[in-house]
């Protein structure tokens, strides 16, 4: 018994092949109802569209690399799921890979994903030489950057506004009347760690409060990296009274540091970190944090991408979304009275 076709299928809905063409690339608009009928056709012929046969035809293989760079990390998990949500509805399948900050790493699987014919790329670019991505860029390939970017590579970025959201989370603290705010930062030569020490730094001074290089310590974005920062910030002659974490896992290592140093939060130091997470909540104190759109920021990515695959974009953009200061209890902001007094 031979296999149906897409003239079969034609012929049994009452359109034209390229009709069915249509519905089954989404190259097109077609109407509910006649999209209805052709693929109830489909399914009563039991058609299978030949995925590998249209990609040769179309030079296209709707499929998506997503490069992260630590798929560990729960802002990633919310990340991917946007994109893929976006992926899906516009016939796409996403190709995930995760680079662990590392830029051979990337490398290697951004050379991968191009020999796969992905369609497009979206990545988190980690630190690094990035002349490849040029090359890339320049050859027609579409790429689009997501939660970081690179200021001389030309192409779409989607981020969030770090340093707005870092000013807005030192100053809470400044208002709260903190002046010895420590910081530890993420993975250095990357925007949103500049960034977000851009809004430390800039909180301070126009508080009029210097900017002491003792209280400012690099991290890694890892666990450990929060805590043997704030293990070294707690450790010094004058600790901070408060202290600014620039991701979600290094908040949880600061947290663990002020539990093992046996240490308050926020009656010994208080805590404000970047990026909320679904299981915040098991933490007490609760934690104060800087919330960001992370599922948007995936489904944003994705979307820009597609357009972009499809002729709809010309010159690059820097898509910036906006991200929340969250106050909960791990700042002190309603007993830091009692907190103020238990110093003295």
């Known amino acids: 018994m031979r296999s149906s076709t897409m003239k079969d299928v034609a012929r049994l809905a009452g359109v034209s092949p390229t009709t069915v063409s249509h519905i089954i690339n989404k190259s097109r608009f077609v109407s509910e109802e006649t999209r209805h009928r052709v693929l109830e056709a489909m399914r009563e012929l039991n058609y299978q569209p030949n995925a590998i046969a249209r990609s040769l035809r179309r030079k296209a293989t709707h499929t998506i690399g997503l490069v992260i760079s630590d798929i560990s990390n729960p802002f990633f998990t919310g990340l991917v799921r946007g994109s893929e ?198 933490f007490r104190p609760y934690l104060t944090v800087v919330a960001q759109p992370v599922y948007k920021l995936g489904e944003t990515a994705t979307q820009v991408l597609i357009d972009r695959i499809r002729g709809r974009r010309r010159r690059p953009q820097k898509t910036v979304l906006p991200a929340k200061l969250v106050v909960r209890e791990s700042c002190g902001a309603a007993p830091y009275a009692a907190v103020r007094r238990h110093r003295e």
């Open 85 to 282: 949500d976006v992926a899906n509805k516009h016939g796409y399948s996403i190709i995930l890979c995760n680079t662990d900050e590392d830029p051979e790493k990337e490398r290697m699987y951004v050379a991968v994903l191009h020999q796969k014919q992905i369609d497009g790329l979206i990545i988190a670019p980690a630190a690094g030489d990035h002349g490849y991505l040029c090359k890339l860029i320049e050859d027609g390939y579409p790429v689009v950057f997501v939660d970081r970017y690179l200021e001389a590579v030309p192409a779409d970025a989607v981020v969030v506004d770090n340093e707005c959201a870092a000013y807005e989370a030192v100053m809470h603290l400044i208002r709260l009347g903190h002046r010895r705010i420590g910081m530890i930062g993420g993975v250095p030569g990357i925007s949103s760690t500049t960034e977000r020490a851009s809004g430390y730094e800039r909180a301070l001074r126009e508080s009029g409060i210097p900017v002491d290089r003792a209280l400012i310590i690099e991290g890694n974005s890892r666990v450990n990296g929060g805590y043997n920062g704030l293990t070294a910030l707690l450790s010094g002659p004058q600790p901070p009274t408060a202290v600014f974490v620039v991701n979600n896992l290094m908040t949880i290592g600061a947290m663990l540091a002020i539990r093992d140093k046996g240490l308050r939060c926020p009656e010994d130091i208080a805590v404000v970190g970047f990026d909320d997470f679904e299981w915040a909540s098991a």
